[in-house]
């Protein structure tokens, strides 16, 4: 079975700064990484994704994410955030060869201050 | 852009109560999803279903939750005889052909009192 740790439940920052949330996962096989926002009152919306190719993934709105096999991490990061990155995010493992269930981290709750 | 729906938004309903939570997915997507999200936990999955019928179920749902495709469009989730820590957000999701990749609802906040 797959798990997945966010370190961090809570991550205050200041606008424009840099940010990165920590996603670790343990797995015994390959998995499929996924990082998920949710903003208030609202599902969950997919940001970016992890299948194959390229470590390095990048969403539409300034987030990447890199894959890490040999620290089986996805650490998500942003060089300058703004007022309305301010949700939470999951982040998200499937192992492949699977049923394709994801299971979810606990959620880091991204606060950017002006 | 094609949307998962949910309805309610919100419901509250008395312990030992049968609830229905209902959700349109995605037209033409093949495989559905229902999550719960107690408040400050991790997205917990419940069930999925492919081809009119259950394909995966964790230990959380157990023989008070059923789920039903009814018309074709609608994915139901029901809870016969609600109890408190039933109180979570539920959230339905599709999934077409792209395994892995889940189109998720807004939600509907379920209150047991």
């Known amino acids: 079975a797959q798990s997945v740790t966010q370190l961090d439940s809570q991550v205050p920052v200041f606008e424009e700064a840099p940010v990165e949330l920590r996603c670790n996962y343990s797995?015994?096989?390959?998995?499929?990484l996924f990082w998920y926002v949710q903003y208030p009152n609202q599902g969950l919306q997919l940001l970016l994704k992890?299948?194959?190719?390229?470590?390095l993934v990048e969403s539409i709105n300034g987030f990447e994410a890199e894959f890490n096999k040999s620290q089986t991490s996805f650490h998500l990061r942003k060089p300058s955030v703004h007022i309305s990155d301010t949700a939470e995010y999951f982040c998200?493992?499937?192992?492949?060869?699977?049923?394709?269930?994801?299971?979810f981290g606990r959620g880091t709750s991204l606060i950017v201050h002006p | 852009e094609p949307e998962v729906t949910q309805t309610p938004s919100h419901q509250v309903t008395q312990m030992g109560q049968e609830v229905i939570l209902r959700c349109v997915p995605i037209?033409?997507?093949?495989?559905f999803y229902w999550y719960r999200q107690i408040l400050g936990q991790k997205v917990e999955f419940l069930v999925s279903?492919?081809?009119?019928?259950?394909?995966?179920k964790s230990e959380i749902f157990d023989d008070q939750f059923s789920v039903e495709r009814p018309d074709g469009s609608n994915f139901t989730l029901k809870i016969r005889s609600t109890k408190l820590e039933d109180s979570a957000m539920y959230f339905c999701?599709?999934?077409?052909?792209?395994?892995?990749?889940?189109?998720f609802g807004p939600g509907t906040r379920l209150t047991v009192t």
């Open positions: 998200a493992v499937i192992a492949s060869g699977g049923s394709y269930i994801p299971t």
């Open positions: 797995s015994s096989v390959s998995v499929y």
């Open positions: 992890y299948l194959s190719g390229s470590t």
């Open positions: 037209s033409n997507h093949l495989y």
């Open positions: 279903f492919y081809n009119n019928e259950i394909s995966e």
């Open positions: 999701a599709s999934q077409g052909q792209e395994r892995g990749e889940q189109y």
